[in-house]
Every structure is written in C-alpha cells, then in structure tokens.
C-alpha cells in the first residue's frame, strides 16, 4: 500500500527548483522532491545568507510567521513589520520592498503568513494581504498594479452583505490562485462584541473585481439556514477561513478550513450545529458553488477552528485509490476525508458531551471523532497528568486542578473554570503539517499546554465600579486579564501603567484602529470609548449616554486564554510539552513521536528533552530529511523523516516560528526560515535566515 504523488492531481508546478506558493504547492503537502540535502551531510549545512528587514517592534510583539515562496531564483516574503519584499534568493540580496502601511496615520495591524504569485505571459504579480486590504504589486518591481481596484488594492471589508465598520477584519493567510482568480479567506473578530461575517470571496486577479461569494452563515433559502437561529445571518460573525486554502487544479475545486462562529464561549445566541462554521468545504473554484461539506466541531464553544490548510494527497488503500485530503485540528486529531465526496476514509464516531450550566446556552450532544489515526497529543488532563517536576510544582498544580472542571475532552466553558487540553492553539496549529507523497506519512508538530477557561458574568451593569469597568471586561479581559495584568505569553501587556504610556488621545486612536495583533474597537460607541479610556487611565469620567451603550446580547465573557503553568512558569503537566509526530495515512497508525525542543535550564540539570510549545510547521523532502523551527528554544532543526532522530541543529537570530522553504538555485539547495520571534514572551527579531551545504 503506497501513496502516489500528488503534482498532477493538485496542480502543482512541474519544476522541483521552487517553493512556488504558500504550503510549498497548492495542495499544500509542505512536500519537496529535493535531495541534494540528506541524512549523510546534513551535519554540514552552513548558513548561506541572512537577511534583515530592520522593523521588529522593539518591544518585543512583532512576529513573523511567513512561509516564503521561491519563484525562479527570486523569493517573496513579509516582514516583522508587515512589508512585502522580494530578495535574490540565492544571497539574500534586497530587490525591492513594499510597505502597504507608509501612509500618515497608519501602523501595522494583524500577522502576515505569505503572498501569492500569478502570471499570465509577461504580467506577473504578487497578491498580498495586508489590514483589510488585498494588494496585487507587480512581481518585478514591488509596485502597486493601478488596475487593480482602481489604486492596485481592493478593500476587504466591502462586500459582506452588512456594515462592518469600526470591526476586525484583517488577511493573514494568503489564498490560491485559480485561472484568474484569487481565492481568499480572511481573519476576523470573534470576541463578545459585535463581530464580522467569515464569507470565502473570489476576485479576478487582472482588475479586482469581486466574482463569487460563498456565505459562511447561511442567508435564507441557502443550505443551512436551518442550523442558526433566522436572523443569525443578520448579526453572528465569524466562521472565517483564516488558515490557508488549498487547490486541486485538475479538478478545480477549493477547499476551505473554516473557524468557529462569534462568540468563541458562548453560542446561546446562536443555538444549533452552525454551518459553515468549523467545516472543511470543498467549493467549485469558478463559482463557489458548494460541492460537499465535513463540520469537525458542532456548535463550537471552545474555539477549535480549524487551524492549517487540508493537505491534498492520492493513495491506494484496500485496493483502491483514493483522492483524497487531511486535516489537522487544534484537538491534535486527523480527519481524512475523500476529496471526491467528503465522506471520511477512516471511521468517525459521534461522542455524547457534557451539558453547560451556563444561562442560556445549549452545548450540541455529541462531537465527532476519528477512531484513526490516534490523536497526536493526549485527550485529557487529569491529576495523574500533573507535572511531577519538583514535589513544590506538583503540589501546587494539584491544588488548583482540583478547583477545576477536566478530565475529558469537550467539557463546556464555565465560571467554575474549565481545563482547555490540547489548548486553544493546538495541538495542531496554523504552521501545518507536511506529507511524504512516496510513503503516505504525515509529519505534524504538537503543544501539549493545558490552558484555563474561566466565564464571567457582564449583564448586570452593577456588578462593576464604573461603565469603564464593565466595557473593560466585555472588550478587553480576554486578553489582558481581569486585573490587567496582561498575558506576556500571548504578547498582550499589562495595562496597569496606561497613564503613563498614552495620552488620552493616542488610546483613543489605538482603539479607534487596533495596532499589530491587537483589534480594532472602532464599532464602540464614542461614550463608550470615553468611558473605557478614563477607566484604563484610572481617571473619574461620567458613564456613557444610555442609549450609546453597546448591549450585544451576549451576558458572559472570559477571564483571558490563561495557560495552565507551574509556580516557576513551566507547564502545568508532565512531558512532552511539544512533539514531532509522524503519522501513517494509510494505516492510520502512529509511526513515531518524538520531544520537539527543550529547556536549557532544565537540560543542563539532567532533566531529558521535554519539548516546548511550538509555532510554525514542518518541511519533509526526498532527501529524507523533516525541517522545522518551531520552539521557543530558538533552534532550527533537521530529522531523520524515517526514525524521527535528530540529525541536526542550527540557533537563530530569534524564534524560528513559521513554516520553512525549501529551494534549489543553480544547482545548491537551500532550506529558509522566517526568525521573528515574539511569541510565547520571547524576542522579536527581523530575520531570514538560508541555509546550505558549503
């Protein structure tokens, strides 16, 4: 039983030189047939160019988590500051950069994953994502196509069916190109504000103009209407495709990985299973007309979006061949479906769930989960789990576990507090998982950080001191926490010291506007806003008029996305605190798993590898080798992709946390990584790193 090769089922280019899109092709294998680098000399690659953007935040919150693609012998990627460029990609050497916030007034807002390259004879062009906006530039130079909506970009929050301004709504993952058009998701809100809708939306490439749409939230008449309340379409945001999209151009269908519906924690105003929400959808790429759905999560209380593109892969199982897709979950589960029908290649069991207890919300009885392949991080959290690191830590994570609900997946968010395991950023993650074409094996990264899910009541006005107070914890505990503490981890700041940071004016502008990974609060009425911002200067101001206060209708919200660690910061259960898994598709059998990243601390006091968190994926190639970076340890990686040992490790500037590419020009290989740091607390950095045989 073997896997066959997928370029010609998905389309991807011929040529083996390149990284020509997001995912390394369109069906996203994050697969190379590069050789030149193997298991034997390995050992000597050597850095080979590094190349400097010059904008991380000195602050330490910018990120990068582009997978750059190599087109010819030029590759085009994004800053820590959100610019375009396009470098030689065998020196590094700068071509050209495009900053789509050089504007007065404008700053950076939201991540960048990658661009997009189309031709068409001598017409090449970049797509790019940037805030709200979608940019074709022009792939030689770096400057914007003027025909393309009429300046050389279209407005992304155009279009939806309703108004969305003053709400989030930024690119962050490019899409695919079909013919003439480019296919695109987008991120939006999905907080206990109002929120915007997650609609997949075609736009011809030459001029911009919009050419389909596919409604996530069903609008009457459509299919699926009925899983929403009727006015759902009206009101209810999210059910985005914000992680990628992937392309099967011989057949020309797209298929999307859609999100959870607004608001992440609580659904009572959005009672039923939610379609298109947390779905793979498998749309005609010419008309978006829906082809067949698979939902993962109904009724979604846990924020568990589908977090990566599906992979694209033909095998041949049971005597038959099947085309067909995986997809990774935050859950750390892998759905593999028959691309032709949706229909699912191993068995799925639907599991009974726990009620919620809270007021107003109905939890959907069952969830469905794969029988195989196993899940590629554990299930649960119980005291047996607690780490045993010192007897001090364990103590102490036992004392807090036993106040909690845990134990199984899929309990209901609550005020008592819930335990979120795999947490809220997997599991499985936006860097993807990669596939050998030869040996049908899924390669995947895994966090096993257990996370803490406390509800607040906000429907009564007087269980807080000011308005400002109450706006505080509607809009803003989620991430700053209740006390405003902030969540250095999530690169949210503490907010004890606003006075002294922000004049009144500038706080108002950053809500007004949002800045890096921080939302717009635009939609707030002005009342409201004056409200918040003398509350978070710890200044006495009137409440707001009654009738600008926002009532969304949603009574709870969440004391922050809380990691559960230890008293010394170190997760709150045993290792692996992060794994390299390799998975066999068709057996549905797990191969191997490994620890992905250490703690040096803990490595020099005789404590084995345990993993680290990790952001940002897997390479495989046919030299044998799986690439990534990841962890928080700053390491770049290579393993041996048969027995998962590894062969070898380089330090970067900062954390490696996106996906690397890999490459040939003239004759050498390279293997790059975006080194941007700024997650989990760490450094923010500004660099490409390329890495050769002498």
Known sequence: MALLASQAATGAAPAVREWRAHGGDPGHTQYSPLDQIQARNVHRLRVAWEYRSGDARA??????????????????????????????????????????????????????????YWEDGEDRRILLGAGPRLYA???????????????????????????????????????????????????????????????????????????????????????GHDTWPPDAWTRVGGAN?????????????????????????????????????????????ATGRRLWHYQVVHHDLWDRDLPAAPILFTLRRGGRTVE????????????????????????????????????????????????????????????????????????????????????????????????????????????????DPATGILYVNSSEMPW??????????????????????????????????????????????????FAAPDLRDLLEKGKGTMPSFGFLPTGDKEALVSFLRNETAPGPKEEETVEPGIPYTSTGYNRFLDPDGYPAV??????????????????????????????????????????????VTAGGLVFIAATRDEMFRAFDKATGRALWQARLPAGGYATPSTYEVDGRQYVVVAAGGGKMGTRAGDAYVAFALP
Not at 196 to 214: K, N, Q
């Open 59 to 116: 602050d330490n919150r910018s990120q990068i988590q582009c997978n750059p693609i190599v087109v010819g012998s030029v590759l085009y990627g994004t800053s820590a500051g959100l610019k375009a460029f396009a470098l030689d990609a065998a020196t590094g050497r700068e071509l050209w950069t495009f900053d789509p916030f050089a504007g007065p007034g404008q700053r950076p807002v939201g991540v960048n994953r990658g661009v997009v």
């Open 137 to 223: 530039l022009d792939a030689r130079t770096g400057r914007p196509v003027a025909g393309f909506g009429g300046d050389g970009s279209v407005d992304l929050r155009e279009g939806l069916g309703r108004d969305v301004t003053g709400l989030h709504l930024v690119s962050t993952t490019p899409g695919v190109v079909w013919r003439d058009l480019v296919i695109v998701g987008m991120r939006v809100g999905e907080g206990p504000g109002p929120t915007a809708p997650g609609h997949v939306r075609a736009y011809e490439v030459r001029s911009g103009r919009l050419r389909w749409t596919f409604h996530t939230i069903p609008r009457p008449g459509e299919l």
């Open 241 to 285: 495709a914000w992680s990628g999209l992937s392309l099967d151009a011989t057949q020309g269908v797209v298929f999307v990985p859609t999100g959870s519906a607004a608001y992440d924690f609580w659904g009572g105003n959005r009672q039923g299973a939610n379609l298109f929400a947390n779905c793979v959808l498998a749309l005609d790429a």
């Open 324 to 435: 067909a897709l995986a997809q990774i979950t935050k859950s750390a589960h892998v759905f593999v479906l028959d691309r032709r029908t949706g229909q699912p290649v191993f068995p799925v069991e639907e599991r009974p769930v726990p009620p919620s207890d809270l007021d107003g919300e109905t939890t959907w009885p069952t969830q469905p989960v794969p029988l195989r392949p196993p899940p590629f991080a554990r299930q649960a959290f119980t005291e047996e789990d607690a780490t045993d690191r010192t007897p001090e830590a364990r103590a102490r994570v036992l004392e807090r576990l036993r106040g909690l609900r845990t134990g199984r997946p899929f309990i209901p968010p609550s005020r008592q507090g819930t335990v979120i395991f795999p947490g809220f950023d997997g599991g499985g993650e936006w860097g993807g998982a990669a596939v």
């Open 452 to 501: 803490i899910l406390t509800m607040v009541p906000v429907s009564s006005k007087d269980a807080f001191a000011s308005p400002g107070a109450r706006i505080y914890v509607q809009y803003c505990a989620s991430c700053h926490g209740l006390e405003r503490g902030g969540a250095p981890q999530q690169a949210a700041p503490a907010l004890l010291d606003v006075a002294q940071r």
């Open 574 to 619: 045993k290792p692996p605190w992060g794994t390299l898994n390799a998975i066999d598709l068709v057996r549905g059998e797990t191969r191997w798993q490994v620890p992905l990243g250490e703690y040096p601390k803990l490595t020099r006091h005789g404590v084995p590898p345990t993993g680290t968190e990790n952001y940002g994926g897997p390479i």
